[in-house]
């Protein structure tokens, strides 16, 4: 998925368009496939008007994710080379040795490059309130889904007391 935002998604090159994601992630539940999805922040172009239209996409296919992983530029990539080549990545070593590090990388909060227009404490308010308002929204959906697994787990279990006991009688 990486975006909810059909803006992003081209940017990105990424030749999908949210209702591609829409009608797969539909399909995917209508044949009981489980749903993980990464959710990428801070690519060029990201501002509160992406991250609105993400959130309000996995909201709306109630399936938001639970963090964001905020943008990594590495080696191999076009995005990567852009930065080489404009100067924003100056000491390459340097860049590569925290991208290595353990508090960086895939997954990580920590912001090593910044490539949006925003400032880094706009950034990092946008970051944090963007996934306060996932969590929130997946809190929600799972609650509500909760009680229906709940439901399930006992039909389950009652259906296997059930088998047990008529194997212990037969």
């Known amino acids: ?53 993400t959130i309000s996409f996995f909201k709306e296919i109630k399936i938001p994710p639970r963090r964001f992983n905020v943008l990594t530029t590495l080696p191999g990539s076009e995005l990567y080379d852009e930065c080489l080549q404009e100067k924003i990545i100056s000491d390459e070593d340097g860049y590569l040795e925290k991208v290595s590090a353990q508090d960086a990388g895939f997954g990580s909060k920590k912001v090593l490059l910044n490539l949006t227009e925003m400032p880094d404490d706009k950034f990092e308010q946008l970051l944090l309130y963007a996934e306060k308002t996932m969590e929130d929204n997946y809190k929600k959906i799972f609650k509500k ?22 194997k212990t009688i037969s």
């Open 1 to 53: 998925y990486e975006s909810g935002s059909n803006r992003l998604l081209k940017a990105m090159n990424k030749k999908v368009t949210v209702e591609d994601h829409e009608r797969a992630t539909m399909a995917a539940k209508k044949n009981g496939l489980s749903i993980r999805v990464q959710i990428m922040f801070g690519y060029p172009g990201e501002n509160k008007e992406s991250i609105e239209e």
């Open 145 to 166: 889904q909760n009680k229906l697994w709940v439901l399930l787990m006992a039909q389950d279990f009652l259906l296997r007391q059930f088998r047990h006991a008529r």
